[in-house]
C-alpha cells in the first residue's frame, strides 16, 4: 500500500490544520494511524483508525483537539488538527495494516507495515 500525506504546513499557535493521507489502493481492511514526530524525540502515535472508521483513538496530548476521519470511498484518511499548540511541531506520517476486524486500531508504531513519507507540521508561538 503507497501512502502519500499532505497537508503540513506553517501555523500559528491556536491555528488549525488538515492532514490528508491518500493511498494508492482501497483502504478496505487496513487500519490507519497518525504518527509524529518532533526533532529529537522518539516516533509518537497521536490518533488511530480502524479500517471501517467505527473506532477511534488519540494520545492524551491531542484528545479534543484532533480528530481522525477515514473516507474509504475516496481511500483516504484525515487529520483534523485544531488549537494546535508549539509542541505540536513535528514530522506526521500516516501508516497502515491490515486487518480483518473492523472496530479494530493499533496504537503500537511497530504495528503499522505501511508507511508514507511525512509531511511537516510548524506551529509558531
Known amino acids: 500500500v503507497q501512502l502519500q500525506a499532505s497537508g503540513g504546513g506553517l501555523v500559528q499557535a491556536g491555528g488549525s490544520l488538515r492532514l490528508s493521507c491518500a493511498a494508492g489502493r482501497t483502504l478496505m481492511n487496513y487500519a490507519v494511524g497518525w504518527i509524529r514526530q518532533a526533532p529529537g524525540k522518539e516516533r509518537d502515535l497521536v490518533a488511530a483508525?480502524?479500517?471501517?472508521?467505527?473506532?477511534?483513538y488519540y494520545s492524551d496530548s491531542v484528545k479534543g483537539r484532533f480528530t481522525i476521519s477515514k473516507d474509504n470511498a475516496k481511500n483516504t484518511v484525515f487529520l483534523r488538527m485544531n488549537s494546535l499548540k508549539p509542541e505540536d511541531t513535528a514530522v506526521y506520517y500516516c501508516?497502515?495494516?491490515?486487518?480483518?476486524?473492523?472496530?479494530?486500531?493499533?496504537?503500537?508504531?511497530?504495528?503499522?507495515?505501511?508507511w508514507g513519507q511525512g509531511t511537516l507540521v510548524t506551529v509558531s508561538s
Open positions: 483508525i480502524s479500517w471501517s472508521g467505527t473506532s477511534t
Open positions: 501508516a497502515a495494516t491490515w486487518e480483518a476486524s473492523d472496530s479494530y486500531y493499533y496504537t503500537r508504531t511497530t504495528d503499522y507495515e505501511y
